[in-house]
């Protein structure tokens, strides 16, 4: 009798702690389909969904709040001395002179702490191998310090070649400093780290589970950047492995990009690395803040996270969707917006935008390549134009919105907008616009284009997956 009574004041307990979260879900969810989704496994299926909802459900790392605010002071000073850095090269928007910019433009800058600025070359680094060569060459220029920041970071050949390009700088008298996130590098051996360490390299984990909550696995630093004497950034796609190269049979040719950012922008991701070093080690780093010009371009550094106050990400997408007036071409990984994204993207097209949307013809993940399909009758229907890229593994992260180009590290899917650090750097016509154009129009080539017949091929049950995974998009 006692232990039934046990068993169902168990029962009980659970349930009430279910039902207690799913009010929570239902107050504060990201989305209205992801809190229902959430609410009814939490109210039906409490044991399962309570474990699941404390990784998952979190809309904001907290910690990382917690942890700039700690820092505040120290961090409030790095983000003065980069406006100082910058001040000479930034394009500032007074109301006299907001008729002459953009919508998209405008959003963007009240979206970060930095500004447009002027004065900037970029080089288009269109896949893994001029992207190496790219981050060696920096790491070899480097003359003060290197911030070096990838979400992964592999132990093998191209891992040991940035090792050591950072022992190398570090020998030099660099200050080298390496982060990587704790959940996409879990594989990095010790041995790896510590290496760094003897050679004199600050090394960091970025781990949302070192203060407090050990729930919050689920937040990812996506962020793949690195920083050069303040006048040199790498931003993309591209992180450190072999696979990255073709090497890796399961993923066959990876088609990735980053950007190579020379002038005053870079200052600005220094400063988003700075927040960063400053959640994961503890302490805001001592680096140089000044900079110069290298070219004529504009270019803006957005970052983005789930600390920020609003959903800096979704607003990012949103508005250079609704900006667009000719084109909205985008190229991603990982096709699983919400339903807000997809309307903007429907009206785009009713507008007469000309939307392209490339991504790979497998993703390599079995839960997003079923939900993509249950897109098709929504993106099809409406005109829009998807295409899918054939030879292998496509991986980056680029977007046109009529003449502003966007490169970073952030997919297009609720993971990316409102649970992951990301970084995109963003440009105002110029050269980089030339170069993304063209290198988009070589990967439509070898793409297909998708029709409305290949979804109405598919059988009842692949349809009915793709629907069921489709509401899983919150936690994907």
Known sequence: MDVLLTIASIVVIVEVVGIWLAVDAIGRGRTPQGAFAWALALIFAPPLAIPLYLLFGARRLDGYVRARRRGQVGIDRLSQFANDAMRPWRIDMPLVEREHKSPLQIVADRLTTTSWTRGNQTTLLVDAHATYAALEAALASAVHQACVQFYIVRDDAVGQRLQHAMLAAAARGVKVLFL?????????????????????????????????????????????????????????????????????????????????????????????????????????????????????????????????????????????????????????????????????????????????????????????????YSYYEEILGAGISLYRYLPGFLHHKVFLADDMVGIGTANFDNRSFRINFEITALADGGGLLRTAEAMFNDDLRQSRQAHLADWAARSWLFRASARISRLMSPVQ
């Open 180 to 372: 990587v996130d704790d959940v996409g590098s879990v594989a990095l051996a010790h041995q790896y780290i510590e290496t760094l360490e003897r050679g004199g390299v600050q090394c960091a984990r970025f781990s949302p589970r070192r203060i407090l909550n050990p729930f919050h696995l689920n937040f990812r630093n996506h962020r793949k950047v690195v920083v050069v004497d303040g006048h040199t950034a790498l931003v993309g796609g591209t992180n450190i492995g072999n696979e990255h190269l073709g090497h890796d049979p399961a993923f066959g040719q990876w088609r990735d990009t980053h950007v190579q950012i020379d002038g005053p922008a870079a200052i600005a991701a220094q400063l988003a690395f700075c927040e960063d070093w400053n959640w994961a080690a503890g302490r805001v780093p001592e680096l140089r803040w000044d900079t110069a010009a290298r070219g004529s371009e504009h270019v803006l550094i957005v970052p983005t996270g789930p600390a920020d106050e609003l959903e800096t990400c979704a607003l990012l997408f949103h508005q250079a969707i609704h900006h667009a007036r000719r084109r909205f071409w985008i190229a991603t990984p990982y096709f699983v917006p919400d339903e807000a994204i997809v309307t903007s993207l429907q009206l785009a097209r009713l507008r007469g935008v000309d939307v392209r949307i490339l991504i790979p013809e497998d993703c390599r993940n079995a839960l997003v390549q079923r939900s993509t």
